[in-house]
Protein backbone atom coordinates (compact mmCIF):
# COMPACT_ATOMS: atom_id res chain seq x y z
CA UNK A 1 0.00 0.00 0.00
CA UNK A 2 1.20 3.49 -0.91
CA UNK A 3 0.54 6.42 0.95
CA UNK A 4 2.44 9.22 -0.66
CA UNK A 5 1.79 8.82 -4.29
CA UNK A 6 -0.71 11.14 -4.30
CA UNK A 7 0.88 13.45 -3.04
CA UNK A 8 3.78 13.25 -5.32
CA UNK A 9 0.99 14.08 -8.52
CA UNK A 10 0.64 17.42 -6.25
CA UNK A 11 3.49 18.40 -6.65
CA UNK A 12 4.79 21.31 -9.30
CA UNK A 13 7.30 20.53 -11.73
CA UNK A 14 9.09 23.50 -10.89
CA UNK A 15 9.50 22.46 -7.10
CA UNK A 16 9.83 25.71 -5.66
CA UNK A 17 11.81 27.41 -8.13
CA UNK A 18 11.22 30.85 -8.90
CA UNK A 19 12.86 33.20 -11.81
CA UNK A 20 15.35 35.36 -11.07
CA UNK A 21 13.88 38.63 -12.61
CA UNK A 22 10.66 38.77 -10.39
CA UNK A 23 8.13 39.08 -12.81
CA UNK A 24 10.39 42.09 -14.42
CA UNK A 25 10.45 41.67 -18.45
CA UNK A 26 13.92 42.80 -19.16
CA UNK A 27 13.97 44.43 -22.44
CA UNK A 28 17.66 45.60 -23.99
CA UNK A 29 17.82 47.96 -27.36
CA UNK A 30 18.03 44.74 -29.44
CA UNK A 31 15.61 42.72 -28.57
CA UNK A 32 14.07 41.31 -31.98
CA UNK A 33 10.64 41.34 -32.27
CA UNK A 34 8.07 39.16 -34.45
CA UNK A 35 5.37 41.58 -35.75
CA UNK A 36 1.95 40.07 -37.48
CA UNK A 37 0.11 43.18 -38.60
CA UNK A 38 -1.75 43.54 -41.12
CA UNK A 39 0.65 43.36 -44.37
CA UNK A 40 2.22 40.72 -43.10
CA UNK A 41 5.18 39.81 -40.89
CA UNK A 42 7.98 42.27 -39.98
CA UNK A 43 11.08 41.11 -37.74
CA UNK A 44 12.89 43.91 -35.92
CA UNK A 45 13.75 45.65 -32.61
CA UNK A 46 11.46 48.28 -31.55
CA UNK A 47 12.57 51.31 -33.36
CA UNK A 48 13.05 49.28 -36.48
CA UNK A 49 9.38 48.34 -36.63
CA UNK A 50 8.46 51.94 -35.56
CA UNK A 51 10.37 52.96 -38.52
CA UNK A 52 8.68 50.05 -40.85
CA UNK A 53 5.31 50.77 -39.86
CA UNK A 54 5.70 54.58 -39.82
CA UNK A 55 6.48 54.30 -43.71
CA UNK A 56 3.80 51.68 -44.18
CA UNK A 57 1.13 54.20 -42.54
CA UNK A 58 2.45 56.86 -44.56
CA UNK A 59 2.40 54.84 -48.07
CA UNK A 60 -0.90 53.69 -47.06
CA UNK A 61 -2.12 57.16 -46.39
CA UNK A 62 -0.88 58.04 -49.92
CA UNK A 63 -2.25 56.03 -51.37
CA UNK A 64 -5.76 56.73 -49.93
CA UNK A 65 -6.55 53.98 -47.89
CA UNK A 66 -7.47 55.72 -44.81
CA UNK A 67 -8.25 52.71 -42.64
CA UNK A 68 -5.03 51.07 -43.65
CA UNK A 69 -3.33 53.79 -42.45
CA UNK A 70 -4.87 54.28 -38.87
CA UNK A 71 -3.73 50.69 -38.37
CA UNK A 72 -0.38 50.34 -39.00
CA UNK A 73 0.24 54.48 -37.91
CA UNK A 74 -1.55 52.32 -34.08
CA UNK A 75 1.55 49.28 -34.84
CA UNK A 76 3.98 52.22 -35.40
CA UNK A 77 2.45 53.76 -32.04
CA UNK A 78 3.18 50.46 -30.29
CA UNK A 79 6.67 49.89 -31.38
CA UNK A 80 7.16 53.76 -30.29
CA UNK A 81 5.76 53.28 -26.84
CA UNK A 82 7.95 49.91 -25.98
CA UNK A 83 10.92 51.82 -27.74
CA UNK A 84 10.56 55.26 -25.01
CA UNK A 85 10.17 52.25 -22.12
CA UNK A 86 13.50 50.51 -23.30
CA UNK A 87 15.05 53.76 -23.76
CA UNK A 88 13.79 55.34 -20.32
CA UNK A 89 14.39 51.86 -18.17
CA UNK A 90 18.19 52.02 -19.67
CA UNK A 91 18.61 55.39 -18.55
CA UNK A 92 17.02 54.84 -15.65
CA UNK A 93 19.39 51.45 -14.57
CA UNK A 94 22.88 53.74 -16.02
CA UNK A 95 21.42 56.53 -13.60
CA UNK A 96 21.43 54.12 -10.71
CA UNK A 97 25.05 52.68 -11.34
CA UNK A 98 26.33 56.50 -11.53
CA UNK A 99 25.39 56.62 -8.35
CA UNK A 100 26.82 54.21 -6.75
Known amino acids: MRHNQGQNQKRSRGRGRRSSNHGQTNFNRNTTFDSNG ?3 RLRGNALQLFEKYTALAHDANAAGERISAEALAQFAD ?3 RIH ?4 QAAEQHRRSHEER
Open 38 to 40: PDG
Open 78 to 80: HYY
Open 84 to 87: QSIV
